[in-house]
């Protein structure tokens, strides 16, 4: 059994930055790839970024800012998603899915909310 965990969301002014974290456990698996999405209010769900071992790729049209990054802890078999510069549009609850053995797991989602 497969279990996401994510963290790290709050409410943020724009132009702040956050760590959000997405936490594995279960069956032994390699935490890479690993695919964030986000959920906004009133909005279909988006893909975000997927990060491997070669990196992140980005899916948001960021304007080339660059402003979604990622780091791993394998110790902990945690993967972490770092948005800065953060801007109302990130509103949304963020999650991270993993495909493994044919089927996709979810984990319960991460609030961020940007506002002044």
């Known amino acids: 059994q497969v279990q996401l965990v994510e963290s790290g969301g709050d409410l943020v002014q724009p132009g702040g930055s956050l760590r959000l974290s997405c936490a594995a456990s279960g069956v032994d698996f390699d935490i890479l790839p690993m695919t964030w999405y986000r959920q906004g209010p009133g909005k279909q769900r988006e893909m975000v970024a997927t990060i491997t071992t070669g990196g992140i790729q980005t899916y948001i049209n960021d304007a080339g800012e660059g402003r979604f990054t990622s780091s791993i802890d394998s110790v902990n078999n945690t993967v972490y998603l770092h948005i800065n510069n953060l801007k109302p549009e990130d509103t949304a609850r963020y999650y991270c899915?993993?495909?493994?053995?044919?089927?996709?797991?979810w984990g319960q989602g991460t609030q961020v909310i940007v506002s002044s």
């Open positions: 899915m993993k495909l493994l053995f044919g089927r996709d797991y």
